[in-house]
């Protein structure tokens, strides 16, 4: 019977508790327990890019570069993708339809594995060449995409080109 009503009151606790992780615990005014604060100390200089991260980081309380594995920053004006290499453990990466040029940023993530550049204005292809776990890459909509030679992207599975590159 003891036990029973240790339950009844030890359990809505518990459940009170977890509802509340994004707070700080406080017993008699000294914090028993705070949640790690939400990434910030990351740069970004494109206003678009920036913002979409934050969203990601909001969304999936991430505490850790690390721990953002995928990222849909699609429609969001973005030019320039400096610093995006800060999150080292990126698989799925989405850009379709931003102002994109330079990718060389890119090369440096060697965790994608899918990849969305449709509808950018990309030229070069050259810095993905050698993303060693990319599988699925959509570059179509990039009109002065220089064509890659066949067997560029060799380790790729799927790779959808520009109309003019077929």
């Known amino acids: 019977m003891l036990h029973r009503l240790v339950y009844c009151f030890l359990a809505p606790a518990f459940f009170l508790l977890c509802a509340c992780q994004g707070y700080d615990f406080k017993v008699n005014d000294k914090i028993v327990y705070a949640p790690n604060p939400l990434l910030r100390n990351f740069t970004v200089a494109d206003p678009g890019l920036n913002s979409c991260l934050e969203q990601a980081i909001n969304d999936g309380a991430i505490t850790a570069p690390e721990q953002l594995t995928t990222l849909d920053c699609s429609f ?16 799925a990466l989405r850009l379709s339809a931003n102002k994109l040029r ?65």
Request: charged share 15%; glycine share 6%; aromatic share 4%.
């Open 102 to 166: 330079n990718l060389v940023e890119l090369n440096k993530i060697v965790t994608l594995q899918e990849l969305y550049l449709d509808d950018n204005q990309i030229i070069d292809p050259v810095p993905l060449y050698q993303l060693p776990a990319l599988r699925k890459m959509d570059l179509s909509g990039n009109p002065g995409l220089q064509c890659p030679k066949p067997g560029s992207f060799a380790q790729v599975a799927t790779v959808i080109l520009p109309q003019h590159c077929r």
């Open 76 to 91: 969001a004006g973005i030019e320039s993708l400096d610093g995006l290499s800060t999150f080292t453990a990126l698989t």
